[in-house]
């Protein structure tokens, strides 16, 4: 991304960036506003080591004396008993596939002895710091700077942080605590309960999952009984705007920051209780969680600003940052489809889940093969239950499973996912982690149909998940290596022919046989698209100086573009007497919605810093575009036990 512009990326992650019908927009695209969407959901981790120590490691973090938009985290060494230790921070956490090592945030770690006394402290790398004379320790104190505030908008899991793992800090209006941020592990004492109290203003108050053991305005304590807990809850600090409901014995909170006020707490919670009370109904018998909390960060997008958008899971809690900009009933459409989503990883991997999990290592991460349940599965139960509760239509739950089929056949279809999910930091698999919410939900979609008609339809996946997280559960982790066999203990035969064939296997699942199973049919028509972006690729770009809204150069354009001699590099000015620009562009992407073939149209534009006008009409780009259809009555009765049952 060069200086004077900022091209907009598009990163199509689970049912945030739904395509375009032939009508109107599902989902505006939320992108066209220098940023590219991303979206990554947070996996259960347990770690235990191995260690004798029994105290709990005291942490301090200081949000009353920021400066420079650095907080000072004070840790108070546990009983040492070698001549060195080594304290990390995380390079990478379960869920965000990715290595951001978060030390780079760490100014200034410095380690004492009782006495105060400064001892040897040497950087091995970039998230982890060897200390001498171990056994003289008292407590290490450092810096931490916050990722919001070097977010350039692309790179994610390179240069950037996704926002929703990262931090910010603004001193007495928000501190968005990932605790995996702030607060690190000692070797060997992984294990070893945390204790920590976070200093504050007393006008922010913080969001979080845990329990607050302190009774102080100005002081909270929290508790856990090891370091992979304190990292699976998050705490948002701001002035308070949040509610909570109760649905089926779960409690679920709603926190807020909006900087403007634009949006609060209260304005999302009739959809968010509406939607969550759905999908308890849904998972019926398995409620493993007691308390949820919704944490939402609103980002102005300006410099020093999050941008990636989208969600970050964890067991009892779920991060969420999207643009303020958006406009509020499609923010409400947005959180709907994102917290669906990361709520049903209360399922698996909270309840079922791998070693390589349970025993997540921060810093050489090994990871676990079934992507294909923790994130697919996960995926599909977040379009199924909306048909099962009755929230939306038959055929709007065939657009988004065709939707899916169409995106995952535009990555490597013939990637084992087996493979690509133990390898997913690595290239050329991580190229195709996006896969996991096409690929994965639709494999996730055979299993039921295959379980559904085996069973007569009394059974499906979700009855799968059930038995396997009795078998399981929380603190009972599996072996990578033996899940397929457990899985066909539970099912049937043809569900392993299923999973060797396509998922571990290299053969591109033929979706057509499994539609038919349950009277579908595809069929192809030609719908009109979007004007302004073609699949991932768009047509704009917004120069973040300006504000202008400008048409990129040098790419092929649509027939839009071409009828009205439109050119790369001329910067939108107003349409039909209308003036556009970063503020209120997602209004001109929703007028586009409405445009009919041969409107007439009205643009103004600059080319080359001189005003132009142009009048035209519209003409709609079109692409062909998969549907499906139930066409096979004698197949009606497993149908609507797939769909309703």
Same mark, same amino acid.
């Given at each position: 991304?060069?200086?004077?512009?900022?091209?907009?990326?598009?990163?199509?992650? %689970?049912?945030?960036?739904?395509?375009?019908?032939?009508?109107?927009?599902?989902?505006?695209?939320?992108?066209?506003?220098?940023?590219?969407?991303?979206?990554?959901?947070?996996?259960?981790?347990?770690?235990?080591?191995?260690?004798?120590?029994?105290?709990? #490691?005291?942490?301090?973090?200081?949000?009353?004396?920021?400066?420079?938009?650095?907080?000072?985290?004070?840790?108070?060494?546990?009983?040492?008993?070698?001549?060195?230790?080594?304290?990390?921070?995380?390079?990478?956490?379960?869920?965000?596939?990715?290595?951001?090592?978060?030390?780079? !945030?760490?100014?200034?770690?410095?380690?004492?002895?009782?006495?105060?006394?400064?001892?040897?402290?040497?950087?091995?790398?970039?998230?982890?710091?060897?200390?001498?004379?171990?056994?003289?320790?008292?407590?290490?104190?450092?810096?931490?700077?916050?990722?919001?505030?070097?977010?350039?908008?692309?790179?994610?899991?390179?240069?950037?942080?996704?926002? @929703?793992?990262?931090?910010?800090?603004?001193?007495?209006?928000?501190?968005?605590?990932?605790?995996?941020?702030?607060?690190?592990? !000692?070797?060997?004492?992984?294990?070893?309960?945390?204790?920590? *109290?976070?200093?504050?203003?007393?006008?922010?108050?913080?969001?979080? $999952?845990?329990?607050?053991?302190?009774?102080?305005?100005?002081?909270?304590?929290?508790?856990?009984?090891?370091?992979?807990?304190?990292? +699976?809850?998050?705490?948002?600090?701001?002035?308070?705007?949040?509610? $909570?409901?109760?649905?089926?014995?779960?409690?679920?909170?709603?926190?807020?920051?909006?900087?403007? &006020?634009?949006?609060?707490?209260?304005?999302?919670?009739?959809?968010?209780?509406?939607?969550?009370?759905?999908?308890?109904?849904?998972?019926?018998?398995?409620?493993?969680?007691?308390?949820?909390?919704?944490?939402?960060?609103?980002?102005?997008?300006?410099?020093?600003?999050?941008?990636? !958008?989208?969600?970050?899971?964890?067991?009892?809690?779920?991060?969420?940052?999207?643009?303020?900009?958006?406009?509020?009933?499609?923010?409400?459409?947005?959180?709907?489809?994102?917290?669906?989503?990361?709520?049903?990883?209360?399922?698996?991997?909270?309840?079922?889940?791998?070693?390589?999990?349970?025993?997540?290592?921060?810093?050489? @991460?090994?990871?676990?093969?079934?992507?294909?349940?923790?994130?697919?599965?996960?995926?599909?139960?977040?379009?199924?239950?909306?048909?099962?509760?009755?929230?939306?239509?038959?055929?709007?739950?065939?657009?988004?499973?065709?939707?899916?089929?169409?995106?995952?056949?535009?990555?490597?279809?013939?990637?084992?996912?087996?493979?690509?999910? *133990?390898?997913?930091?690595?290239?050329?698999?991580?190229?195709?982690?996006?896969?996991?919410?096409?690929?994965?939900?639709?494999?996730?979609?055979?299993?039921?149909?295959?379980?559904?008609?085996?069973?007569?339809?009394?059974?499906?996946?979700?009855?799968?998940?059930?038995?396997?997280?009795?078998?399981?559960?929380?603190?009972?982790? !599996?072996?990578?290596?033996?899940?397929?066999? %457990?899985?066909?203990?539970?099912?049937?035969?043809?569900?392993?022919?299923?999973?060797?064939?396509?998922?571990?296997?290299?053969?591109?699942?033929?979706?057509?046989?499994?539609?038919?199973?349950?009277?579908?049919?595809?069929?192809?028509? %030609?719908?009109?698209?979007?004007?302004?972006?073609?699949?991932?690729?768009?047509?704009?770009?917004?120069?973040?100086?300006?504000? +202008?809204?400008?048409?990129? @150069?040098?790419?092929?354009?649509?027939?839009?573009?071409?009828?009205?001699?439109?050119? &790369?590099?001329?910067?939108?000015?107003?349409?039909?007497?209308?003036?556009?620009?970063?503020?209120?562009?997602? +209004?001109? #992407?929703?007028?586009?919605?409405?445009?009919? +073939?041969?409107?007439?149209?009205?643009?103004?534009?600059?080319?080359?810093?001189?005003?132009?006008?142009?009048?035209?009409?519209?003409?709609?780009?079109?692409?062909?575009?998969?549907?499906?259809?139930?066409?096979?009555?004698?197949?009606?009765?497993?149908?609507?036990?797939?769909?309703?049952?």
């Amino acid at each position: 991304m060069n200086s004077s512009t900022a091209t907009v990326t598009i990163i199509y992650l %689970k049912s945030l960036t739904r395509k375009i019908n032939q009508r109107k927009m599902k989902k505006i695209i939320y992108a066209f506003a220098i940023t590219a969407i991303l979206w990554s959901c947070k996996t259960a981790s347990s770690i235990t080591t191995a260690t004798s120590a029994k105290e709990p #490691i005291q942490v301090a973090i200081n949000l009353t004396d920021i400066k420079e938009d650095k907080v000072m985290v004070t840790v108070k060494a546990p009983s040492i008993k070698t001549d060195e230790i080594t304290y990390h921070i995380p390079k990478t956490v379960p869920g965000t596939y990715s290595e951001d090592n978060y030390g780079r !945030f760490i100014d200034d770690l410095k380690a004492y002895d009782a006495k105060g006394n400064l001892l040897q402290v040497n950087k091995t790398d970039t998230n982890s710091w060897s200390i001498s004379k171990a056994k003289t320790v008292d407590k290490i104190t450092y810096l931490v700077n916050d990722s919001f505030d070097v977010e350039k908008g692309s790179g994610f899991g390179q240069d950037d942080v996704f926002s @929703p793992a990262g931090s910010n800090i603004d001193a007495g209006k928000n501190v968005m605590l990932n605790t995996h941020c702030f607060v690190g592990y !000692f070797t060997n004492f992984m294990s070893t309960p945390y204790q920590v *109290a976070i200093s504050h203003p007393m006008e922010i108050w913080g969001a979080t $999952s845990m329990t607050d053991i302190d009774s102080s305005d100005t002081n909270d304590v929290f508790v856990t009984s090891r370091y992979a807990e304190l990292v +699976e809850n998050p705490i948002m600090y701001s002035k308070p705007d949040h509610t $909570s409901f109760t649905v089926d014995g779960m409690e679920i909170n709603i926190s807020v920051y909006s900087p403007s &006020g634009k949006i609060t707490a209260e304005s999302i919670t009739p959809e968010m209780k509406t939607m969550m009370t759905a999908q308890k109904n849904f998972l019926g018998k398995i409620n493993s969680t007691k308390k949820y909390s919704v944490l939402l960060y609103l980002s102005t997008m300006a410099d020093g600003d999050a941008k990636g !958008f989208g969600a970050l899971e964890h067991p009892t809690a779920t991060t969420v940052v999207l643009p303020e900009v958006m406009p509020k009933e499609e923010l409400v459409k947005s959180m709907k489809d994102v917290v669906s989503h990361e709520f049903f990883h209360i399922v698996t991997p909270l309840s079922i889940h791998s070693k390589e999990i349970q025993y997540f290592d921060y810093n050489m @991460p090994k990871m676990s093969k079934h992507l294909w349940m923790y994130e697919g599965v996960t995926e599909y139960f977040a379009n199924l239950f909306q048909i099962n509760q009755g929230l939306i239509t038959e055929d709007e739950f065939y657009t988004r499973i065709s939707e899916k089929v169409e995106r995952a056949e535009t990555m490597n279809d013939s990637m084992s996912f087996t493979t690509m999910s *133990a390898n997913v930091l690595t290239q050329p698999y991580k190229d195709q982690y996006v896969n996991v919410y096409q690929k994965g939900a639709l494999i996730g979609m055979c299993l039921d149909i295959i379980i559904r008609e085996k069973s007569n339809g009394e059974r499906g996946v979700l009855d799968l998940m059930q038995k396997l997280s009795d078998e399981y559960g929380v603190s009972k982790p !599996f072996n990578d290596d033996e899940l397929f066999a %457990k899985i066909i203990a539970l099912t049937y035969p043809e569900v392993g022919t299923f999973l060797n064939t396509y998922v571990s296997g290299t053969t591109p699942i033929p979706y057509e046989n499994y539609f038919a199973k349950v009277g579908l049919s595809v069929s192809t028509i %030609k719908s009109p698209s979007n004007v302004f972006l073609k699949g991932q690729k768009p047509y704009i770009t917004v120069n973040p100086q300006t504000k +202008e809204i400008v048409v990129i @150069p040098n790419i092929e354009l649509n027939d839009f573009y071409t009828s009205l001699g439109l050119k &790369g590099g001329d910067v939108i000015v107003s349409i039909n007497d209308k003036g556009y620009n970063l503020d209120n562009i997602y +209004e001109m #992407i929703g007028a586009s919605q409405n445009w009919k +073939e041969n409107d007439a149209i009205v643009v103004k534009i600059k080319r080359d810093d001189t005003p132009q006008t142009i009048k035209g009409t519209v003409k709609l780009p079109y692409e062909e575009k998969q549907v499906l259809k139930a066409t096979d009555d004698s197949k009606t009765q497993l149908k609507e036990a797939w769909l309703k049952s």
